[in-house]
């Protein structure tokens, strides 16, 4: 049986799936949503949490059109927005449309399909890619990369994620540690969501970092290809990226820029608003729509700050005041402009989670 008819997709709205790249040929620039469900896969409903199926994780990567440059926006998974009308997950028509929800109940109400539309019509990008990895998912996937550094500030002990460590420093994490850290909020920057969001990235850019070493997955054919299988096998695609060999070749794209070209960005939102927003997360608007356009214009640009959870590793303070992720290795021309109303950091830069 081959790895493609093994493969669980999923249709998108007006997909119109072409033939696969050649290993290394993807051509162009490209968006792909990446999904993180929270769905308990535990019969005992996992300690009360029950069954229901959100998107934990929201994050669209944008690939420029010369292959340059890209962005990972993460969206809070509390923040308000308009769902548009979406297809039933039986095919049977469409749901109505809904106003002033939080983006995570998108996958409960309308599957992947469904956060995609809505992903597409907050940030005004066609997004024809999508793929949703499950929590056994993230576990396989960090274990076939050997690890990934992660360093902390100070002892970290959350019981409600089930991560612990008992000292600053760099810690090598895989499986289900790996896993506890990225879901782990109450104990990192203030205990809120948009606190994990930083610490998600923070983690994801040393992955990539781990990734692109000389000796890396993404340097060794064999190896990428053994990670693309693991992936197949616990996410849901759509079925534009039904062929493993579709995401082998974006891979190679990611492999060829720079890791200061490469930025991981919070979608600007705050919390305390009132009304709808009401104990949720509120977009602003004004500082999203100045980052999507950039994205949109392929223009890079740099986080003016870190989030809430990390600090640059070699200073202790984060927030308003803190000093802008570097980009020093970009020449004079090519500087990115700071968008000081942008919380993330580039690959390149190394931070640590903050404790409490």
């Known amino acids: 049986m081959s790895l493609e008819s093994r493969v669980e997709s999923v249709p998108l709205v007006g997909e119109t799936p072409g033939p696969p790249p050649s290993l290394g040929s993807f051509e162009g620039g490209f968006n792909v949503l990446v999904v993180g469900s929270d769905v308990c896969e535990d019969d005992s409903g996992c300690n009360g949490r029950g069954k229901a199926e959100l998107n934990d994780v929201t994050m669209l ?70 793929l949703q990895v499950k929590f056994e998912g993230v576990k396989k996937i960090t274990e076939v990369i050997g690890g990934v550094p992660v360093c902390v500030d100070g002892p970290i002990d959350d019981p409600w994620s089930g991560f612990s460590v008992d000292a600053a420093g760099t810690h090598e994490l895989s499986g289900e540690d790996a896993l506890n850290f990225l879901r782990t909020r109450h104990g990192v920057g203030d205990g809120s969501d948009l606190g994990r969001i930083s610490t998600q990235q923070m983690f994801l850019s040393s992955m990539l970092r781990t990734l692109k070493k000389p000796d890396g997955i993404l340097n060794d054919p064999v190896a990428l290809f053994r990670l693309a299988t693991v992936v197949s096998e616990n996410t849901i695609f759509s079925n534009s990226l039904r062929n493993p060999m579709t995401m082998v070749a974006m891979a190679q794209a990611l492999n060829g820029m720079g890791l200061e070209n490469v930025a991981f960005a919070q979608y600007p939102s705050v919390y305390g608003q009132d009304g709808v927003y009401a104990g949720k997360v509120a977009p602003v608007a004004a500082e999203a729509d100045k980052m999507m356009d950039k994205i949109r214009a392929d223009e890079r640009f740099v986080p003016g700050k870190t989030g809430l959870g990390t600090a640059a590793a070699d200073a202790p303070e984060t927030g308003e005041g803190a000093s802008p992720p570097s980009s020093t290795s970009a020449p004079p021309s090519a500087t990115p402009e700071v968008l000081d109303g942008v919380q993330g950091q580039t690959a390149a830069d190394e931070t640590c989670a903050r404790h409490f």
């Open 61 to 130: 990567i944008h690939v420029a059109e010369d292959q340059q440059s890209a962005v990972a926006v993460s969206i809070p998974r509390d923040m308000v927005v308009s769902i548009p009308a979406c297809p039933r997950k039986d095919g049977n028509g469409f749901h109505s449309a809904m106003s002033a929800q939080p983006i995570n109940n998108t996958l409960a109400y309308g599957g992947l399909a469904c956060t995609v539309l809505t992903v597409s019509e907050l940030t005004g990008l066609e997004i024809p890619f999508a």
